[in-house]
């Protein structure tokens, strides 16, 4: 399949907004990520995706060139529409407006985390770093990293070509997310300026 017509398919299935499955592994028959199509530019697509279970994981978006196969309205999306009913879930769009085809997309939503200051992971073949954006460009990306218990670490700059996926909102953000709650309430009980901690009354 052309990348042309990979484009053309999925943004056709981002207009109809329905449940499709993105195969990126030709090795692996079990190698996809179902979800809903939510934009399509000529290099990347970004997708909310969905756990087997029929529960949102968040937005990602990935290149269209490694996408290989896309499957819509089979028996497994069907599935997950049901389990979406019965958990409650609904397609939540990462865009309040769909953005202009012409929109560099891996771009607008690396500068949209930044506004909102959210949690994102970019995985670089084997390698998954997890920080929040602090620039971006239509060339680089600087991120703060955190470290394995959610503090604050080292910035890191990477290409924007060498990003095979980035990731929002799944489960490894919440987690650094609620990481970095609990590293922020352990700081507001220590003492202050070499203080004791006030007893209890």
């Given at each position: 399949?052309?990348?042309?017509?990979?484009?053309?398919l999925?943004?056709?299935?981002?207009?109809?907004?329905a449940?499709?499955s993105?195969?990126?592994?030709?090795?692996?028959?079990?190698?996809f990520s179902?979800?809903?199509?939510?934009?399509v530019?000529?290099?990347?697509?970004l997708?909310?995706?969905?756990?087997p279970?029929?529960?949102?994981?968040?937005?990602?978006?990935?290149?269209?060139s490694?996408?290989f196969?896309?499957l819509?309205?089979?028996e497994?999306?069907?599935?997950?529409g049901m389990?979406?009913?019965?958990?409650?879930?609904?397609?939540?769009c990462?865009?309040t407006?769909?953005?202009?085809?012409?929109t560099d997309?891996?771009?607008?939503?690396l500068?949209?985390c930044?506004?909102?200051?959210e949690?994102?992971?970019?995985?670089?073949g084997?390698?998954m770093?997890?920080?929040?954006v602090?620039?971006?460009?239509?060339?680089?990306?600087k991120?703060?990293l955190?470290?394995f218990?959610?503090?604050?670490?080292?910035?890191?700059?990477?290409t924007?070509?060498?990003?095979e996926?980035?990731?929002?909102?799944t489960?490894?953000?919440?987690?650094?997310?609620?990481?970095?709650?609990?590293e922020?309430?352990?700081?507001?009980?220590?003492?202050?300026?070499?203080q004791?901690?006030q007893?209890?009354?």
């Amino acid at each position: 399949m052309t990348n042309g017509y990979m484009v053309y398919l999925l943004r056709i299935l981002a207009a109809q907004g329905a449940l499709a499955s993105l195969y990126t592994d030709p090795r692996d028959p079990e190698g996809f990520s179902a979800g809903f199509v939510e934009a399509v530019d000529g290099q990347h697509v970004l997708s909310c995706d969905l756990t087997p279970w029929g529960q949102i994981d968040g937005w990602r978006v990935r290149r269209n060139s490694d996408v290989f196969q896309v499957l819509s309205g089979e028996e497994y999306e069907q599935r997950l529409g049901m389990l979406m009913a019965y958990h409650h879930q609904y397609h939540r769009c990462f865009f309040t407006e769909a953005p202009a085809e012409d929109t560099d997309l891996l771009l607008s939503v690396l500068l949209a985390c930044r506004e909102r200051r959210e949690i994102v992971s970019v995985i670089i073949g084997d390698e998954m770093i997890t920080g929040r954006v602090l620039e971006a460009n239509g060339l680089r990306l600087k991120l703060r990293l955190f470290d394995f218990f959610g503090r604050e670490a080292e910035e890191e700059t990477i290409t924007l070509r060498e990003i095979e996926i980035l990731e929002i909102g799944t489960h490894e953000e919440k987690m650094y997310a609620a990481l970095e709650e609990m590293e922020r309430q352990r700081m507001t009980l220590l003492p202050q300026d070499g203080q004791p901690p006030q007893e209890e009354s």
